[in-house]
């Protein structure tokens, strides 16, 4: 089982449209959690951390779920420019050093 | 603004050659790391370096080895090149702190080739 799993899409939604990423982890010993976005042939680049208690940034909201082991990234009236793919990524240990990313979610927003 | 550079966008190489990819970062951070990334197969971790001459293996260091002679370049070299090493390689920096690496600067990426 991979340590950080991500359905790869691509999700195809209209302007407009809601849409929510999921991603699970295998370690419950996991401490941070994140979300990175990757536009086509370009680095990844933070979006946002996921804190316990949820956070907003704007139409994109994060949560994380311990009990189930998952995060979630909700993006609300999507535009064109969130076409992307995005990526989960967990950090084990803040002394670790290692942060596991998933294989990414593609998005494509259609006018 | 980061600047994370690496100093080659494309690169082809031959199977057996000896590739050195170069990675310097301008912000004064004292960790830098090396992936590669494969579709299908997300991000993993080759090195990482958390100060001057020092380096960890990551999840994949198989093939590699790297330097860091100076805080603010990173190199990571393939020994003996080989066809499964085909793929995006990106490098990327953070600053030292209680959370080493919530936050990665990342360079724009070399496609290596091998032929």
């Given at each position: 089982r991979k340590e950080?799993?991500q359905d790869p899409?691509?999700f195809?939604v209209?302007?407009?449209?809601t849409v929510a990423?999921?991603?699970t982890y295998?370690?419950?010993?996991?401490?941070?959690f994140f979300?990175?976005?990757?536009d086509?042939?370009?680095?990844?680049?933070l979006?946002?951390?996921?804190?316990?208690?949820?956070n907003?940034?704007?139409?994109?909201?994060?949560?994380?779920?311990?009990?189930?082991?998952?995060?979630s990234?909700?993006?609300?009236?999507?535009?064109?420019s969130?076409?992307?793919?995005?990526?989960c990524?967990?950090?084990?240990?803040?002394?670790?050093?290692k942060?596991i990313?998933?294989?990414?979610?593609t998005?494509?927003?259609?006018? | 603004?980061?600047?994370?550079?690496?100093?080659?966008r494309?690169l082809?190489?031959?199977?057996?050659e000896?590739?050195?990819?170069e990675?310097?970062?301008?912000?004064?951070h004292?960790?830098?790391?090396?992936?590669r990334q494969?579709?299908?197969?997300g991000?993993r971790l080759?090195?990482?370096?958390?100060?001057?001459?020092?380096?960890?293996?990551?999840?994949?260091?198989?093939?590699?080895?790297v330097?860091r002679?100076?805080?603010?370049?990173?190199?990571?070299?393939?020994?003996s090149?080989?066809?499964?090493?085909?793929s995006?390689y990106?490098?990327a920096s953070?600053?030292?702190?209680?959370?080493?690496?919530?936050?990665?600067?990342f360079?724009?990426?070399?496609?290596?080739?091998?032929l």
């Amino acid at each position: 089982r991979k340590e950080v799993e991500q359905d790869p899409g691509p999700f195809n939604v209209p302007e407009g449209a809601t849409v929510a990423f999921n991603c699970t982890y295998s370690n419950s010993a996991s401490q941070s959690f994140f979300w990175y976005r990757q536009d086509c042939r370009k680095e990844p680049k933070l979006l946002m951390s996921v804190y316990s208690s949820g956070n907003e940034d704007g139409r994109f909201t994060a949560q994380l779920n311990r009990a189930s082991q998952y995060i979630s990234l909700l993006i609300r009236d999507s535009k064109l420019s969130d076409s992307a793919t995005y990526l989960c990524v967990v950090n084990l240990s803040s002394n670790t050093g290692k942060l596991i990313f998933g294989q990414g979610t593609t998005l494509q927003v259609k006018p | 603004d980061v600047k994370v550079t690496q100093s080659s966008r494309y690169l082809v190489k031959r199977t057996g050659e000896k590739v050195f990819l170069e990675c310097v970062q301008d912000m004064d951070h004292e960790n830098m790391f090396w992936y590669r990334q494969d579709p299908g197969l997300g991000l993993r971790l080759i090195y990482f370096s958390y100060d001057v001459k020092m380096k960890e293996k990551g999840d994949i260091p198989e093939g590699y080895s790297v330097s860091r002679e100076k805080k603010e370049r990173f190199s990571l070299i393939l020994e003996s090149a080989s066809t499964n090493q085909t793929s995006m390689y990106l490098c990327a920096s953070s600053p030292q702190g209680y959370r080493p690496n919530e936050k990665l600067f990342f360079g724009s990426g070399t496609q290596l080739s091998v032929l």
